[in-house]
């Protein structure tokens, strides 16, 4: 075994014709797995740290979904929300607009119906229209407010 080898904890298991030892990790594996996890814990919390407001944002969204009725009353808050959130500008990914309507679209869908029908903005009329598969906008959602980096 060759210095360079004992160093870095590899063991030769068996040599090739071409003289290229198939190589098997030891101690170096969980070197790796400690660094890649430090990376990956290091990425996601600056992932957090700079969409925090996009992090804090889906949050309220969840809270609205959850505290407001299904009703006409309800779409102030709901419009006033929907502006605030198209105002963000996520550090390394693009705005989750569309997983934000799906999920108001499934989770309220009387007021959905009440902004496509009534709706004297064409950004809020564009909006409706945008739609996609309810569990993937959930995954994707949850995702985002575990840190973790998705584009």
């Known amino acids: 075994m060759s210095a360079g080898n004992k160093l870095c904890g590899v063991r030769p298991l068996i040599k090739l014709s071409m003289k290229q030892p198939i190589l098997i990790m030891n101690c170096l594996n969980r070197r790796n797995f400690n660094t890649v996890t430090y990376f990956r814990r290091k990425m996601r919390d600056e992932f957090v740290e700079r969409n925090k407001e996009l992090i804090d944002s889906l949050l309220k969204l969840q809270e609205l ?87």
Do not use: C, W
Request: hydrophobic fraction near 40%.
């Open 65 to 151: 979904l959850d505290t407001l009725p299904d009703t006409v009353e309800s779409i102030p808050a709901f419009t006033q929300y929907i502006r605030s959130f198209l105002r963000i500008r996520p550090t390394g990914r693009t705005l989750p607009t569309i997983e934000m309507m799906t999920t108001i679209k499934r989770r309220k869908p009387n007021l959905y119906q009440l902004f496509k029908r009534h709706s004297n903005d064409d950004m809020l009329s564009m909006l409706t229209n945008l739609d996609m598969d309810y569990e993937l906008a959930q995954l994707k959602i949850e995702r985002i407010l575990q840190g973790e980096v998705i584009a």
